[in-house]
């Protein structure tokens, strides 16, 4: 039987400004989206022996992008680094677990990458957990690195 190697979660670790960076995890995060896309211009053609047909389109892909949206509890502990890094170009890594029924799990693959939050929002709910959520505008690509 063959089964996907699935993630089950994953770890962002906000980098230093030191070259290499070290990272650090981002202490509350629980959920970790990485959406990666591909811009495009739509163009449509007409057969020039069918003119009367309609155009058909063509895709020139103009350019590709990726962006994280993490979320989680908020943590007091992380605000001021999290502030201080708003705005600011920095790169960010999401180790991608798998649970294997240890406390750490098992690192299956690393994702890189240098990009800006965005947007940095508090959810503070008198009535329930309080929650805390980043987006980050990535640059360059997304390097994925599977774990040896």
Not at 13 to 39: H, M, R, S, W, Y
Not at 43 to 54: G, S, Y
Not at 103 to 111: K, R, S, Y
Not at 112 to 133: C, K, M, P, W
Request: net charge negative.
């Amino acid at each position: 039987m063959s089964v996907p190697n699935e993630f089950d979660f994953g770890i962002l670790k906000l980098g230093t400004d030191a070259e290499p960076p070290v990272f650090t995890q981002i202490c509350g995060i629980t959920a970790v989206n990485i959406n990666q896309t591909a811009q495009t211009n739509d163009r449509f053609r007409r057969d020039c022996a069918k003119m009367n047909a309609p155009a058909t389109r063509r895709v020139k892909v103009t350019g590709t992008q990726w962006d994280v949206t993490a979320s989680g509890l908020s943590n007091a502990d992380e605000v001021v680094r999290l502030n201080a890094a708003l705005a600011k170009h920095r790169y960010f890594q999401i180790d991608v677990i798998q649970d294997d029924s240890s406390d750490a799990g098992e690192v299956i693959g690393t994702f890189e990458g240098r990009g800006v939050i965005t947007a940095s929002n508090y959810a503070l709910d008198a009535e329930g957990d309080s929650t805390y959520e980043l987006t980050i505008a990535g640059e360059d690509v997304l390097v994925y690195t599977a774990a040896v």
